[in-house]
């Protein structure tokens, strides 16, 4: 009998400086803890919250800052099948479309960084945003995907639903043993 793993709903948000860097939380706390990642959450479902609304909400819990709906762009739509074993994920990756500046560097959560995206690849990443998610964010930036992730066994596989102007692509990335 298969396992019914629970859905999960998060935003991810992608904010930039005006040098370009991107900023990172690396993270002290599941998932993904002494991983880096972009600053995000998971939606407060009882509320009905919007993935706007909690994307509005974590960048200002993590970060401080207080940003407009106009400030963001939904980038992507990312959905992992069984993640660690554990969860399906529905993540809304959302971009601040202005340069910004935040004061804070250490929060519950873990610390804030700011990394040249040429730097990123050497940083500890999890493997399904280290082998696609990132990959379609740089590719797709500005624009709209939506990919489909398969982490059920060993190897992680996935296909792009719902590319800006692209057709037909997929992959399936082996890792660990």
């Not at 599941?30 to 974590?58: F, H, M, V, W």
């Not at 066994?153 to 057709?167: A, F, G, H």
Request: aromatic share 8%.
């Amino acid at each position: 009998m298969t396992e019914i793993l629970p859905h999960r709903i998060a935003v991810l948000c992608y904010l930039f400086n005006d040098a370009g860097q991107l900023l990172l939380l690396h993270r002290r706390k599941p998932p993904n803890q002494d991983l880096y990642s972009p600053i995000g959450g998971k939606l407060d479902q009882p509320s009905g919250e919007s993935p706007t609304s909690c994307a509005l909400r974590e960048i200002h819990e993590e970060s401080g800052l207080d940003l407009e709906v106009a400030d963001l762009h939904l980038t992507g739509l990312v959905s992992e099948a069984g993640y660690a074993g554990e969860a399906h994920w529905l993540m809304f990756l959302y971009e601040v479309t202005r340069p910004v500046e935040i004061q804070r560097a250490e929060i519950a959560e873990g610390r804030l960084e700011w990394h040249d995206a040429s730097a990123i690849a050497d940083l500890e990443l999890p493997p399904t945003d280290r082998h696609v998610i990132w990959p379609c964010f740089w590719r797709y930036r500005g624009r709209f995907f939506a990919v489909h992730i398969d982490c059920g066994d060993s190897s992680i596989k996935w296909r792009l639903e719902q590319p800006v102007s692209d057709v037909g692509e997929s992959g399936c990335v082996r890792i660990g043993r």
